[in-house]
């Protein structure tokens, strides 16, 4: 027995010097062993909210090697909703480290427990950057660090920041480092601790080792063992809970030849690093199961950094060899693909090889929160800006968050869960843009929606700034050259006109007669088939189509009864839909007023109140269900068009009946395989009236219609022409939609195009954003300074005679001409005549100057058609005289025309050069000058080419769908 003792304690040293460093060899810890009351070793961390994930899993490795450490892990968020637990978990802890604590109210309460003692005797490590709490750093003593130099002066803090600083955005870190742990000896345990996550380094094993070090460098002689730092894996492709580095191994195992191939982009630090990989499991198996391959590249980096995300997507999505890409598409989850530092280069990677990068959503709500919620939270709406800058697109939800308490370290983690509904949609519409590329020209079916709003003749394909049934000719034309199977072209707009409104109109609902002439040339669907794919719709959008509001709150209603786990941002968020739906409803009342009866409009708001006033009691377990589904018959009954719902399917709009069989007319022409048809009206007597409504759904028809082209026609495209329609403005959230707000449902899978006038800004979101639309710009009709007539200009004229005048009997005959003038103009409609002369003389005055300076359209624009030289010069004539000052800094103004007259060329030259791209960065050259250096510093390239040339279903390039062709 005494042998075997022998041999197991000899075994024991050589393990000890073997391939590992011991405690004993740290540069004199301070031991602290002897102060403990217990055989447990408890280790307390405070983390800012990122890292503190990051530490998890090395903590839990921690725990299963040596039994008796005890882990407790804080985020800094979860610490500060709960600063009454850090006391005692300060007092519990025997080493604390305290990672990037930012000063408020964490940090004040740890300082305020160290001037009462209660960090006495502890090893405390506390580590900085991005934060510097500099009281915070100070505590550190692991080691009997001090924050001097090697010459024992204090060091201060603007020198702890420096060599933080240096650490972090140093190429050479850990050579960096290595040179700070000898000129400040007394922090050579405090940097060797920041070693092992420093961007060479970073990943779970060594932040596993940095823990131990920690453990052996307080705990000497405990028998804690640690390793050296080893680099970390940079970047490399998940699957299976495994990272692969080789490619041609991953390729072999996992990617088949002939199938479209997705990039997936994300953070280690979040995903790989805190074990939150379900997401990207699910996509892995949902783009598989959909025929395509997948790569999930991993790679360290944050905001600002990423240049091991370029590296990652050089080395797998690029072929260097064939000068080709192995990807069709990117996904990505960073805020922006490169981060500060890479953008522009991975910018050119995806101009040059016509990369696709889409925009999925993770929402920091939970999944019950989302589903009552209007759609964004403070993440969403950062975020959704930023990536849209790069040209991402098909901003779909495809995960919500998922609060867990780690049950080991109580750690307070997010984890990412995907939503399986919206994931299926979002890889399906991915999946579709990339078909785009592959499905020959000659098979592409699309459709190219245009507006009749109101319906009749003369409003047929109009849109803001655009000449519709030119455009519409222009974009025929343009597909059929392009090999698309076009067919029976209008040789001119009157005969389209006449095809329109033949086959592609929509009637109102008081004019039944011309449905019957229409459906005996249009498209008729069958209900029935219509039926089928509306049974597949989610219930609270059957009950919203069929009961309206009220069918929809009721629904809401149910979700919160039946929510177990309330937060306040759940309670905070229902509060807020409620609210809405509730404003909405009353200013619909007043909106449909002269519709109803006075009496009417009574009954319903107060049936909306009493609805109120319940839904406020739900949410603190005090309101009656049964009561408000009492009132939801009482306010149906009421029989509002749309407000009380359309009631059961198929309903009455553009419904006809034929051999016993109902259809819905589906107003359009098939030109081959492109449909032309009208978006179908949004409301029911006034087509106006609900034209923006967010709270009553479309009529069975608007979806009928959307049907059609997803189940029918199977469209591979759909165009919108021009701004703006109505079915991106559909009830539903704002954002990050879900399968039952009705924009979602109108375009569901398909690629969506909008044409849309570039000075659209604000408008155009709603297209991106919730019709998930990629947005082609077109340019804005030509201006022109409006000319006055020969009648204002005698009238300016006489005018200004009358206030130059000294005269008094003259300026009495003026006076008389003026007013003279002035009724025969019709002046006198908002101008006051009995004035006194000089008012009179001063308003006519100012109205004629204000109406001189006001800029006239000259036409309006033809989607894909330049503009001529002489609408250019007009334009940039009027924009040099209407535009008052340009600001050079320093209060110091000066005008175009001001800059103009002191150039050697006068505005027309300019113009010319421009067209013929001669001397014109020289023009520029001058105009810099001349502003005092306040332009674009760049070279400009001359092109008189419009970005509405574009062909809008062409093999897809990023110069299609670059959200910069948005100003």
């Not at 008796?68 to 080493?95: G, M, T, Y």
């Not at 979700?559 to 609210?579: H, Q, V």
């Not at 009417?600 to 049936?607: F, M, Q």
């Not at 009830?731 to 659209?760: E, R």
Request: charged letters at 20%; aromatic letters at 10%.
């Amino acid at each position: 027995m005494g042998r075997h003792v022998i041999l197991l304690l000899t075994a024991f040293f050589i393990l000890a010097f073997t391939g590992t460093v011991a405690a004993e060899d740290s540069q004199g810890s301070t031991n602290n062993s002897s102060g403990l009351n217990s055989s447990e070793i408890h280790c307390l961390i405070l983390s800012w909210d990122t890292s503190a994930g990051q530490y998890q899993i090395p903590a839990e490795n921690v725990m299963k090697e040596y039994p008796n450490v005890k882990i407790q892990i804080r985020s800094v968020s979860q610490a500060n909703q709960n600063l009454s637990e850090i006391p005692e978990l300060i007092d519990w802890a025997h080493l604390i480290y305290l990672n990037n604590i930012q000063s408020g109210a964490l940090a004040n309460t740890i300082l305020n427990l160290n001037s009462g003692g209660r960090l006495h005797g502890k090893t405390i490590v506390a580590e900085p950057l991005p934060y510097f709490c500099y009281p915070i750093i100070r505590l550190t003593n692991i080691n009997n660090t001090e924050f001097v130099d090697i010459n024992g002066t204090p060091l201060t803090d603007q020198q702890i920041q420096q060599i933080y600083t240096a650490i972090s955005y140093s190429p050479n870190s850990l050579q960096v480092l290595a040179g700070f742990q000898q000129r400040y000896p007394r922090l050579y345990s405090l940097l060797q601790i920041r070693k092992y996550w420093t961007a060479e380094m970073a990943c779970t094993e060594n932040r596993m080792q940095q823990l131990l070090y920690m453990l052996a460098t307080a705990f000497p002689g405990l028998g804690f063992q640690y390793k050296e730092p080893v680099p970390g894996t940079l970047y490399g492709i998940y699957r299976d809970r495994k990272l692969y580095t080789n490619l041609t191994e991953y390729t072999q195992l996992h990617l088949k030849p002939g199938r479209p191939t997705v990039g997936i982009v994300a953070w280690m630090s979040t995903t790989w690093e805190k074990g939150d990989l379900e997401l990207y499991d699910s996509l892995i198996r949902e783009f598989e199961k959909q025929g395509a391959s997948v790569m999930v590249l991993f790679g360290q980096g944050n905001p600002t950094q990423g240049n091991h995300i370029l590296n990652g997507i050089k080395e797998y999505f690029i072929d260097n060899e064939t000068n080709k890409s192995r990807v069709d598409g990117i996904i990505h989850f960073t805020w922006l693909l490169g981060g500060e530092t890479s953008r522009a280069a991975i910018d050119e990677l995806l101009n040059r090889y016509g990369i696709l990068v889409f925009e999925p959503i993770t929402s920091y709500m939970d999944i019950d929160t989302w589903e009552i919620s209007e759609g964004g939270d403070w993440s969403t709406a950062t975020t959704m800006a930023l990536k849209e800058t790069q040209g991402q697109i098909v901003p779909i939800i495809i995960a919500t968050q998922q609060n867990i308490i780690c049950p080991n370290t109580g750690l307070l983690m997010s984890l990412t869960k995907p939503v399986d509904e919206r994931i299926a949609k979002f890889i399906e519409t991915v999946k579709n843009w990339i078909n785009l590329r592959y499905l020959p020209n000659t098979e592409k079916k699309a459709a190219l929606i245009y507006y009749n709003y109101p319906p009749g003749k003369q409003n047929i394909a109009g849109a803001d700034s655009l000449n519709g049934l030119e455009s519409i000719l222009t974009i025929l034309n343009l597909l059929k050259e392009n090999g698309y199977n076009v067919t029976g072209i209008p040789e001119n707009v009157d005969e389209l006109i006449n095809l329109l409104m033949t086959k592609g109109r929509t009637i109102a609902t008081w004019a039944p007669g011309e449905l019957g002439k229409l459906a005996e040339d249009a498209t008729l669907y069958p209900v029935e088939r219509f039926m089928e794919w509306y049974s597949k719709l989610p219930e609270i959008t059957r009950k919203q189509m069929e009961e309206g509001p009220f069918g929809y709150i009721e629904c809401i209603a149910k979700k919160i009864i039946a929510t177990e786990n309330r937060t306040s941002s759940f309670i905070d968020t229902a509060n807020t839909l409620i609210d809405h739906w509730y404003k909405a409803m009353l200013s619909t009342i007043d909106e449909m007023g002269s519709m109803l009866t006075s009496e009417k409009i009574s009954d319903a708001k107060n049936l909306v109140e009493r609805t109120h006033e319940i839904l406020q009691g739900l949410l603190v377990n005090s309101g009656s269900l049964t009561e408000l589904q009492i009132i939801k018959n009482q306010f149906i009954a009421l029989q509002i068009p749309g407000l009380c719902g359309w009631g059961a399917p198929p309903g009455n709009m553009m419904v006809v009946e034929k051999n016993g069989t109902k259809y819905f007319v589906i107003p359009g022409i098939r030109l081959g395989n492109i449909f032309l048809g009208p978006q179908p009206q949004r409301g029911y007597t006034d087509p106006g009236m609900l034209y923006h409504s967010t709270i009553v759904p479309p009529n069975y028809q608007y979806l009928a219609f959307y049907a059609y082209l997803q189940t029918e026609f199977s469209a591979d495209a759909v165009i919108h022409l021009g701004r703006h329609g109505t079915y991106e403005w559909l009830p539903g959230k704002d954002v990050a939609l879900s399968g039952a707000d009705y924009p979602d449902i109108c375009i569901w899978t398909m690629p969506s195009i909008y044409i849309y006038t570039m000075d659209g800004v604000g408008e155009v979101l709603h297209a991106k954003r919730r019709g998930l639309a990629v947005s082609i710009s077109h340019l804005t009709q030509p201006f022109a300074l409006t000319a006055l007539n020969d009648d204002l200009l005698a009238l300016k004229t006489l005018t200004e005679r009358y206030m130059t005048s000294t005269d008094d009997s003259q300026k009495i005959q003026l006076l008389e001409m003026i007013k003279e003038s002035a009724r025969k103009l019709n002046l006198d409609t908002f101008i006051d005549l009995n004035a006194s002369g000089a008012e009179i003389a001063d308003k006519i005055h100012d109205y004629i100057i204000e109406l001189e300076s006001t800029a006239t359209p000259l036409g309006l624009h033809v989607f894909g058609k330049d503009w001529t030289r002489e609408q250019v010069t007009s334009l940039v004539t009027t924009m040099a005289k209407k535009i008052s000052s340009i600001a050079l800094g320093s209060n110091n103004f000066t005008t175009p025309a001001m800059v103009i007259e002191g150039m050697p060329a006068n505005l027309t030259d300019i113009i010319g050069k421009f067209y013929d791209n001669m001397g014109l960065n020289e023009i520029i050259n001058y105009l810099q000058n001349s502003t005092g250096g306040t332009l674009p510093k760049q070279k400009f390239k001359a092109s008189r080419t419009s970005t509405d040339t574009s062909m809008m279903l062409k093999q897809v390039r990023p110069e299609n769908v670059k959200c910069y062709l948005e100003p």
